[in-house]
């Protein structure tokens, strides 16, 4: 099948095709890390606005204050989300073709620290230098995983396949952000507004506003990685 073009229609119908193709795994995705993020809600009675959910790892005061349990659970689940991000990511690359059949787990870690560092000190440096890192890097964790690329390298290599396609990646994930949020909202604020704000139902639906976002935008990273990528590596690497 002839590979779509790299622009932002095409970063956008590839998001949705990897999405399609490996429905499956992105609602088994979603669902459980649905589960496991609602957890400090439904057990400790943790509103959403009291804790992070995308890594786990942030705890905070209100979370500290319903003892030990709450902060184990916090970790446990923060390790657990992690784990299931990786495998998810490694899942949707191997869609594409993009798998060495190594455990890259170690390496996708290290670059999320280092990544999640770069990006935030980008953000604080006006916020548009932040926006930069995030279009340039939208492929190296897929380099990471897919790939034997180390860590470093693929900050560069990432930054060289999005050189000139910048504002398409851009716009098309602008697109997809608006879009999720206006589809998702129009199911989570009647059930908000029906369960209450702060109720341990509408914590959950949040989290599985996050997470729906977590998934389609692990898409789209791929998707960017895919069509612009030379796919000669890749398909040496899946018959090896």
């Given at each position: ?62 979370i500290i204050n319903h003892g030990v349990i709450a902060v184990l659970a916090m970790l446990a689940i923060g390790i657990v989300v992690f784990v299931l991000q ?140 895919y069509l612009l990528n030379d796919n000669t590596e890749a398909v040496s690497e899946v018959f090896e």
């Open positions: 099948m002839k590979r779509r073009d790299a622009d932002f229609s095409g970063f956008l119908g590839e998001t949705f095709a990897i999405l399609r193709d490996a429905a499956p795994w992105v609602a088994g995705y979603v669902l459980a890390l649905t589960v496991l993020n609602s957890i400090p809600a439904l057990a400790f009675g943790v509103t959403q606005s009291e804790y992070a959910v995308s890594w786990g790892f942030r705890i905070d005061s209100n990786y495998l998810f990511f490694a899942h949707i690359l191997a869609h594409r073709g993009f798998s060495n059949g190594r455990n890259r787990f170690l390496g996708f870690l290290g670059f999320s620290i280092l990544s999640g560092l770069g990006i935030a000190l980008g953000f604080l440096l006006l916020v548009i230098p932040g926006i930069i890192l995030l279009v340039r890097w939208i492929a190296a964790s897929a380099f990471i995983v897919g790939t034997d690329t180390k860590i470093m390298d693929a900050f560069g290599r990432s930054w060289d396949l999005t050189r000139g396609k910048g504002w398409p990646i851009f716009f098309a994930a602008v697109v997809l952000g608006i879009s999720i949020t206006v589809v998702f909202g129009v199911i989570a604020i009647p059930a908000t507004a029906l369960l209450g704000s702060t109720s341990a139902g509408a914590t959950v639906v949040e989290v599985l506003g996050q997470n729906l976002y977590s998934a389609i935008f692990v898409a789209f990273s791929t998707g960017v990685f």
